[in-house]
Structures are given as C-alpha cells and as structure tokens.
T-cell receptor
Framework: EDQVTQSPEALRLQEGESSSLNCSYT??????LFWYRQDPGKGPEFLFTLYSAGEEKEKERLKATLTKKESFLHITAPKPEDSATYLCAVQAGAGNNRKLIWGLGTSLAVNP | ETGVTQTPRHLVMGMTNKKSLKCEQH?????MYWYKQSAKKPLELMFV???????ENNSVPSRFSPECPNSSHLFLHLHTLQPEDSALYLC??????????FGEGSRLTVL
C-alpha cells in the first residue's frame, strides 16, 4: 500500500538550533515529492518539488533533499517565524492512476 | 486580487441547511481542487476539475455537490450535512500536477 510517513510528529527548537524533518515513503512509481508549509488557520503554501534521488532545493533557511526512500527538510538557524506545520506529499502512479499521497505533517515550534 | 480566494472563511450550519462554499483563483491555472482537512488525518482529496470538467470524484457522499462554471471559479454546495463533516475545506488550483496553490480555507461547523 502506498504510504507517506512524516517524523517527528512535533518538534520544538530554540532559535538558531538547526534540525531536520523527515518524510519517508513507500509508493509504486514515484513521480515527484512536494513540501508544503501550513500556518494555523490557513491553507498550505507550496515550498518545493523534488523529482529524483540526489536532487536538492533551497529557499532561505530551508533545504529539501531526496533519496530513493525518503526526503529531508533541513532547517538551518531557524527563527520563530519558521514555526508552522510542514507537510510532505508524494505523487505516485501513472496516467489516470496518478495520485497525490499526503503525510500527517510535522508541527514545528521555534522559541525565541 | 491575487492567488486563491475562498468565501466564507467560517460557516456554521444545521444538518438540514443548504449552503455553498465559493472559490476563485486569479492565477490562470486550468486545474482546481476541493480538499477536506480534519484533525489527525491527511489531506483528503474530494474533487478535481480540469478545464471546467470534473476529472475526479473521490467517492464523496452526494450531500457534497461541486460546480465549476469556468476555469476561475469553483463551488461546493452543501446539503443535509452530518456533524462528522465539520472540517476545514480547502480549494486549490494547480499549473503542474502536485504543485498546488491553496486558498485559506472555509472552516465548516455542522451542528
């Protein structure tokens, strides 16, 4: 069964304390992996797309990486405004059977 | 206006009411989606429209009825809902599969 698992469920960091969030997946036919950020009471905001193992994308303090089994979202020297829930989604399958499978997210809190 | 706009932001309705959620996108995308977000559950796809045509109905109960009059507007008509339908309903548009641009959502409470 296709599955996306994010860990940890929740993470609390001090400002400036770097860390990583994990998204592991078991799907047939990976077509792409996507990271989103969601603030409380708002819709998710698209961050990155990764298509193949070894690929990396960066945006400000965030860097996303991809292997054949998992993706990491590295947060370098986080600030309180990075506090949010980070969602991972994997697109699997082909043609009319293509589907987007979502994880439950990691809730990140960065303390000043 | 830019992005994806959803109205109303909050809605409280009784089980016998009829209401509608509205979504408008100003991004020029041809694909539009309705998602349901509930606590402790992954995002749940409800409907997909491509070029105004419904291309996916993810086994959604008939008390939810979508309408897409053009590529910029999407509605979700609600009728005879159940308390378990209380959730955040998210509209999104997309230029490329998987890259979704979401609205801020409509928080629905069914009494």
């Amino acid at each position: 069964e296709d599955q996306v698992t994010q860990s940890p469920e929740a993470l609390r960091l001090q400002e400036g304390e770097s860390s990583s969030l994990n998204c592991s997946y078991t799907v047939s036919g990976l077509r792409g992996l996507f990271w989103y950020r969601q603030d409380p009471g708002k819709g998710p905001e698209f961050l990155f797309t990764l298509y193949s193992a070894g690929e990396e994308k960066e945006k400000e303090r965030l860097k996303a990486t991809l292997t054949k089994k998992e993706s990491f979202l590295h947060i370098t020297a986080p600030k309180p405004e990075d506090s949010a829930t980070y969602l991972c989604a994997v697109q699997a399958g082909a043609g009319n059977n293509r589907k987007l499978i979502w994880g439950l997210g990691t809730s990140l809190a960065v303390n000043p | 206006e830019t992005g994806v706009t959803q109205t109303p932001r909050h809605l409280v309705m009784g089980m016998t009411n009829k209401k509608s959620l509205k979504c408008e996108q100003h991004l020029g995308h041809n694909a539009m989606y309705w998602y349901k977000q509930s606590a402790k559950k992954p995002l749940e796809l409800m409907f997909v429209y491509n070029f105004k045509e419904q291309t996916e109905n993810n086994s959604v109960p008939s008390r939810f009825s979508p309408e897409c009059p053009n590529s910029s507007h999407l509605f979700l008509h609600l009728h005879t809902l159940q308390p378990e339908d209380s959730a955040l309903y998210l509209c999104a548009s997309s230029p490329v599969a998987g890259e979704l641009f979401f609205g801020e959502g409509s928080r629905l409470t069914v009494l």
